[in-house]
C-alpha cells in the first residue's frame, strides 16, 4: 500500500501513531513492511490457505463475534442433505460433472428453499491441456459468467430455516467448522512458507482486536484478485470478517485499493462485456429474450435488487428516451445479446483467429499491460483497422514498427496490414468529469485549460464519433440501425472544439422524473416516467446541482466528510452500515459508535447517511410475502440480499464452490498439500499454441514469479515512462532475487539476468536482495522472483515486458487472469536477440516436454 | 556588528523566530524578491489526480492560458494537500514535450506514419465502424436467438477514463451491437 497508494497509505501511519498494530502479507518486503509491526511472507497465490488458517482458528477457538454472526450472517441456515464438501470429495463440492468441467450448483442451496439461481450458459467439454493427466476437463468459451448475475448476486428463492443455536449439523457454522478444520497452523506454514509461530501471533492479534469494542480491516489489492481462485480470496476475507463482526463498522471492512484513477467508476458506469450501467446484467440471448424474463430472476426478490424492473427501464429510458415505451418494452430489443464469454481475453483470441476486425483502445496498453504480451501484439498484428487514443506513442501504437516481434522475425512490418490511427487525447487538466475512487467516491474535476493541437478529450470522441455515425446513418431503412436512430445524443457543446458538456452527460446518468432531476435510486420507477443512465449513481445531480463537484473542506465537517464529493449509494460512506448497531438498533459499543436508531426523531441517526431504509425500525417485521425493500426486517443490514444476511457460505453465485478452498496456482512448484485436486477444477484455460502451461513441480521452470508496482511508476507505463521526473527516479526494469537464487543460479547484483517461460524470454537488471525471502514449503526451499511489471521498449525508461511471462488462465467467474503467481527459470546474463530468442523459448519447452510438433 | 552578524543565516537561525530554519532566517536578498508561480495564478481549478484510485485533490494553476503548477489539494480529506511522486509529476504529464499533440496514421502495410487531418481521421473511423458493422452483422446466433450484433469491432478502455466517457463509450457501442467492450477494470 505504502508502494503503489502512498498517500492512502497515512491513514494506516495515522491509526499506527494512535495505536493500530500493522500486519503487512506480501511476497516481497516493501516500504509497506517497513512501517508495519509486522511482516510476514508468503508464498504468492496462497492465500486461501493463510485465511482459511485464520478463519480456522477463530472457528476452534470460538472467537467469533457470536451476537453479530448470530444477527446479521447466514451462519445459522441449514442447507441441504445433497450436499458434499470438498472434505467429502478431496478437493469437490458435490455436484461436479467431470464431462463438462462445471458444477451444477443446485445442492448448494439452502434447505426448503426453491433453488431458483438461473441456469449458466451451455458447456461443452474440451480436451485437456497439454500438461498431462493432473488437468481435468474443463470449460470451454462458451460459458456464462458470474457477473451476469449483476449487483444483487445471484439470487435465493427466500429466507432459510435458522437455526440460532447454531448446532445443527448441517447449519452454515457447523459446515464452516468442518471445512476449514484442515486449515490448522502446521499446514499453513507448509503451504505458504511462513512461520508456525508468526502466523499465530497475527492470528491472535486480529481476534483479539475484534468484537464489540474494536474492529480490523482488511486491505488487499490485485495481489488477491489476479489469480484463478481470485474471487474465492476475497470470499475467504468476507468470512473472515463476518466471523468477526467487521463489516458495516467503523474501522472495519475488506477495503479493495485499485490503481487507477476511476477503475471503480469503469465496473459501475461499465465498459464491461457483461454489464450495462449499475451492474445490470446484459441479456442473454436465450435466457433473456424479453424484458420479463430479464428480470424475472429478480423481479420480487427481497431486497433492494427486487427493484431491478425499475433500474432497467429507468436505463432504456436514458438511452432511448421517447421512442421507449411500455407498448414496446422500452426498446429492450434494442440491446444486442451475449451467448458467452466476449472478454478481452476472447477478443484477441477472434483477433488471431481472423474474426476480429476493427479495435478501439481508450488510453490502454495491451502489448504491455496483459497476460502474455505476444499474443496481444499478434492479435493486433492480425486486424484490419486499430484506433489508439492515448497522450503518448504507447507500444500497442507501435507494435507494426518496433515490437519485440519484428526483432524476432515472427512479424515483418511490411506484411502487417493493420491499419493505425493514432489519435492525441486529452489529459485529466483539460476536461470536465467525474472519477470515481476507491471508495465510491465520485469527485469532480474542472477543466483548467483547453487540450494542444488535435488532443481531444474521450467524451469529444465519442460523442462526435457518435454524432457522425449517426449523420451517415439517418437516411437508413435497415432494422439494424433503428438503435443508432432513437439514440439519445444531443448533449449541449461548449468552446472551441465543440466539446460536449461533461455536466449534461452525469445529469443524464443521476437521472429525471416528471418534476426534473431525481434525488436518489428510491424514487426511480418501472413504468418509464423516470430516466436514469446510472441508477446507483441516481442523486449526483440531485436538486439540478452538480454534488459530485462539492467541496467542502475536511477541517470544517465531521471526519466521515459527508460535504466533499458524492459517494454511491445516496453519499452512503461506509456500506451495510446498519451492522454498526446491534440488533435493537444500539451502538456495539461506544467506541464504536456509527449508527444508531434514534427512537425520539423515529429514525436512524449518526454521522453518515444510512445504508438503510432510514425511517424503518429495528423491531420492524415484514409481511409475509412482502417484497424488495418492504421483505428486509428492520435487524437486516445486507439490504441487496434477499435473506438480508451477510453470506459466511454462499447458496448461489459462484460457479467453482459456495466455500473457498485452497488450490494451486495452474503454475505452481509444488502438489497440493490439502486435496487430490490440485487447482480450481473449473478454472478457464486459453488454448493456444503460444500459451503452454508449464508441468507442476517442474525442474525446467523451478521458481515462483510475481509482477507488482513500483511507487514511481503506473501500470503499463504509459503515464509514466515518458515522463522525465520518473523515468530518472526508477529509470530501468529490474528484478528482485534472494541472496539464495542470486547464489544458485550464479546472478550477479546490477548484473543482468534472462527470465524464461513457455511464453516468452525477458531480461532484466539484477536486484540481489533480502526483501525476497526463501521461503520453505513442503520441507523444501522454495525461492521467488519479484518482476515490477511497468515497462515496454517506448519512452524514455526502457525495458522487456514482465507480462510477456505470463500465461493466460481465467478466473471462472469473472475472467480475471492469473498474472500474480506462475513458475520460471532465471539465468545470468542477458536474453537472445533475434530469431535466437523463440529459440530458446522452444528449447526450454521442449525440455519441459510441453512443445507439440503443431507448434 | 549585530547588522554585521544579521546577515550570517545561522545567526538569525539561532537569534531569530524561525529556529528550524525553513523561513526568514534562510533568506537572502534575491530570494525575497522571488515568488511563488502559484501567486499570480489568474485561474485555480480544482482536479483530481489522474493516477492511482486513492483519488487525490489536485489545484491546478493556470496563468495565460498554461498550466504553471499542479500541487495538493490541503481542502481535501482523502489526501491533505499531499502527491506521491506520480501525482507531483502530472504537470510534466499534461505540459512536457514528450506529449502527442497531432493525429497519426498509419496505412495497412506501410513502414512509417504519416499526418491525416483530424476532421478526415474522424470520418474514415466512421466510415470503418459502418462498414466493418454491416459485414459482421449477426442477426442470429446458430440456434437462431436474435442477438443483433456484431463480433467484428472490439474496444478496450483505461480506467483512467472518466464516468461520463465510459458513459457515452457503453452507449454508443451497446445501440452499434458491438458487445466485446472491455476496461482495465477486468484485468
Known amino acids: 500500500m505504502a508502494e503503489a497508494h502512498p498517500v492512502g497509505f497515512q491513514w494506516v501511519v495515522e491509526a499506527k501513531r494512535r495505536g493500530a498494530r500493522i500486519v503487512h502479507i506480501d511476497p516481497r518486503f516493501t516500504r509497506t513492511s517497513a512501517l508495519a509491526h509486522e511482516f510476514m511472507s508468503v508464498r504468492a497465490g496462497t492465500d486461501i490457505a493463510l485465511l482459511g488458517g485464520l478463519i480456522n482458528y477463530v472457528l476452534t477457538h470460538e472467537r467469533d463475534f457470536r451476537d453479530y454472526v448470530t444477527a446479521y450472517t447466514n451462519a445459522g441456515a441449514i442447507l441441504r442433505e445433497e450436499f458434499a464438501d470438498t472434505e467429502d470429495l478431496d478437493g469437490l463440492f458435490s455436484g461436479f460433472d467431470p464431462d463438462t468441467g462445471s458444477y451444477d450448483v443446485a445442492s448448494w442451496a439452502y434447505e426448503n428453499v426453491p433453488d431458483v439461481s438461473p441456469a449458466v450458459g451451455k458447456e461443452r467439454w474440451v480436451e485437456p491441456t497439454n500438461r498431462g493427466p493432473s488437468v481435468g476437463g474443463r470449460r470451454d468459451d462458451e460459458a456464462a459468467t458470474v457477473e451476469q448475475f449483476g449487483s444483487g448476486g445471484a439470487t435465493v428463492g427466500g429466507k432459510p430455516k435458522v437455526d440460532p443455536t447454531l448446532q445443527h449439523p448441517r447449519c452454515v457454522y457447523q459446515v464452516l467448522k468442518r471445512h476449514f478444520a484442515r486449515y490448522t497452523p502446521a499446514a499453513v506454514a507448509e503451504i505458504c512458507g511462513v512461520d508456525i509461530e508468526q502466523f499465530l501471533d497475527v492470528a491472535r492479534a486480529i481476534t483479539e482486536n475484534s468484537g464489540r469494542e474494536r474492529t480490523t480491516a482488511w486491505v488487499y489489492s490485485v495481489g488477491w484478485t489476479q489469480h484463478t481462485v481470485g474471487a474465492q480470496n476475497i470470499r475467504s476475507a468476507s468470512i473472515l470478517q463476518l466471523l468477526l463482526g467487521n463489516i458495516g463498522r467503523p474501522g472495519g471492512g475488506i477495503l479493495a485499493l485499485r490503481g487507477h484513477a476511476s477503475i471503480q467508476g469503469s465496473t459501475d458506469v461499465p465498459t464491461l462485456f457483461n454489464l450495462l450501467p449499475g451492474y445490470l446484467p446484459m441479456p442473454d440471448a436465450h435466457r433473456h429474450p424479453d424484458i420479463d424474463s430479464y428480470v424475472r430472476a429478480d423481479e420480487g426478490r427481497i431486497g433492494f435488487w427486487g427493484n431491478i424492473r425499475a433500474y432497467a427501464v429507468s436505463l432504456l429510458k436514458a438511452y432511448w428516451g421517447d421512442h421507449a415505451t411500455a407498448a414496446n418494452d422500452f426498446r429492450y430489443d434494442h440491446l444486442p445479446r451475449l451467448t458467452g464469454d466476449h472478454g478481452t481475453y476472447q477478443t484477441v483470441r477472434d483477433q488471431l483467429a481472423g474474426r476480429g476486425k476493427g479495435y478501439f483502445l481508450a488510453g490502454e496498453n495491451p502489448a504491455v499491460g496483459s497476460a502474455n504480451g505476444k499474443l496481444q501484439r499478434l492479435g493486433m498484428a492480425n486486424l484490419e483497422w486499430l484506433v489508439v487514443r492515448d497522450m503518448r506513442l504507447i507500444e500497442s501504437a507501435t507494435f507494426w514498427k518496433d515490437g519485440p516481434e519484428i526483432d524476432t522475425g515472427e512479424l515483418d512490418t511490411e506484411r502487417i496490414g493493420t491499419e493505425v490511427f493514432f489519435l492525441p487525447a486529452a489529459s485529466h487538466a483539460e476536461k470536465d468529469g467525474t472519477f470515481t475512487n476507491t471508495q465510491r467516491l465520485l469527485q469532480w474535476h474542472e477543466k483548467a485549460v483547453e487540450p494542444p493541437e488535435e488532443a481531444r478529450s474521450d467524451l469529444w470522441f465519442y460523442y462526435h464519433l457518435g454524432r457522425i455515425i449517426r449523420e451517415k446513418l439517418a437516411d437508413s431503412t435497415d432494422p439494424r440501425d433503428l438503435p443508432v436512430q432513437e439514440l439519445t445524443w444531443s448533449y449541449p457543446t461548449e468552446g472551441p472544439h465543440a466539446e460536449p458538456s461533461a455536466q449534461a452527460v452525469l445529469a443524464e446518468m443521476s437521472g429525471f422524473g416528471p418534476d426534473g432531476p431525481l434525488s436518489g435510486y428510491p424514487q426511480l420507477r418501472a413504468d418509464g416516467s423516470t430516466s436514469s443512465g446510472c441508477w446507483i449513481y441516481c442523486g449526483v445531480y440531485a436538486d439540478g446541482h452538480n454534488q459530485a463537484a462539492n467541496r467542502q473542506p475536511y477541517s470544517e465537517q465531521s471526519w466521515v466528510a459527508p460535504g466533499w464529493a458524492w459517494a454511491w449509494p445516496d453519499n452512503r460512506r461506509i456500506l451495510y452500515n446498519r451492522a454498526s448497531a446491534d440488533p435493537q438498533g444500539r451502538p456495539w459499543s461506544e467506541r464504536k459508535r456509527y449508527l444508531w436508531w434514534d427512537e425520539e426523531q423515529r429514525r436512524w441517526a449518526g454521522p453518515d447517511r444510512p445504508d438503510f431504509e432510514a425511517e424503518k425500525p429495528p423491531d420492524f417485521q415484514p409481511e409475509p410475502n412482502a417484497t424488495a425493500q418492504d421483505g428486509l426486517a428492520g435487524d437486516e443490514p445486507f439490504i441487496m440480499q434477499a435473506d438480508g444476511k451477510g453470506w459466511l457460505f454462499a447458496p448461489a453465485g459462484l460457479l467453482d464452490g459456495p466455500l473457498p478452498t485452497h488450490y494451486e496456482p495452474v503454475e505452481s512448484p509444488v502438489p497440493n498439500s490439502l486435496y487430490g485436486q490440485q487447482e480450481n477444477p473449473i478454472f478457464r484455460p486459453y488454448q493456444h499454441a503460444g500459451n503452454r502451461y508449464h508441468p507442476i513441480d517442474s525442474d525446467v521452470y523451478p521458481y515462483v514469479f510475481t509482477t507488482y508496482r513500483l511507487t514511481e511508476h503506473h501500470t503499463a507505463g504509459g503515464m509514466s515512462r515518458m515522463l522525465p521526473y520518473l523515468s530518472e527516479l526508477q529509470p530501468e526494469f529490474f528484478c528482485e532475487v534472494s541472496p539464495a537464487l542470486a547464489r544458485e543460479r550464479g546472478l550477479r547484483h546490477l548484473g543482468w539476468a534472462t527470465i524464461v517461460s513457455a511464453r516468452s524470454a525477458i531480461e532484466a537488471r539484477v536486484m540481489v536482495t533480502d526483501r525476497i525471502r526463501p521461503l520453505r514449503v513442503r520441507g523444501r526451499v522454495v525461492h521467488q522472483v519479484g518482476l515490477p511489471y511497468h515497462w515496454g521498449t517506448n519512452g524514455l525508461s526502457i525495458g522487456d515486458a514482465a507480462n510477456d511471462l505470463l500465461p493466460i488462465a481465467l478466473e471462472p467467474n469473472v475472467d480475471i487472469q492469473e498474472s500474480k503467481a506462475a513458475t520460471c527459470d532465471i539465468r545470468p546474463g542477458r536474453r537472445p536477440r533475434g530469431r535466437a530468442l523463440p529459440e530458446l523459448v522452444r528449447t526450454y519447452r521442449r525440455r519441459a516436454g510441453i512443445e507439440r510438433s503443431d507448434s | ?187
Open chain 2, 1 to 187: 556588528m549585530r547588522r554585521w552578524l544579521n546577515k550570517w543565516p545561522l545567526f538569525r537561525q539561532l537569534t531569530g523566530s524561525d529556529r528550524l530554519g525553513l523561513g526568514s532566517a534562510v533568506q537572502s536578498g534575491r530570494s525575497r524578491q522571488m515568488r511563488a508561480r502559484t501567486e499570480n495564478a489568474e485561474k485555480v481549478a480544482k482536479s483530481i489526480c489522474p493516477y492511482c484510485a486513492v483519488g487525490c485533490g489536485q489545484r491546478i494553476f493556470v496563468s495565460n492560458g498554461t498550466i504553471t503548477q499542479i500541487e495538493g489539494d490541503s481542502d481535501s480529506p482523502i489526501s491533505r494537500g499531499r502527491l506521491c511522486p506520480k501525482g507531483s509529476a502530472s504537470k510534466q504529464l499534461v505540459t512536457s514535450p514528450t506529449r502527442e499533440r497531432w493525429v497519426r496514421y498509419r496505412r495497412p502495410y506501410a513502414t512509417d506514419w504519416e499526418y491525416l487531418p483530424l476532421d478526415t481521421a474522424m470520418d474514415m473511423i466512421a466510415d470503418r465502424v459502418i462498414e466493418t458493422r454491416e459485414r459482421t452483422w449477426q442477426k442470429t446466433d446458430e440456434a437462431g436467438a436474435p442477438v443483433q450484433r456484431t463480433e467484428g469491432i472490439a474496444s478496450l478502455g483505461g480506467a483512467a477514463l472518466d464516468n461520463e466517457e465510459n458513459y457515452l463509450m457503453k452507449k454508443l457501442y451497446t445501440a452499434l451491437g458491438a458487445v466485446q467492450i472491455e476496461n482495465q477494470a477486468r484485468i
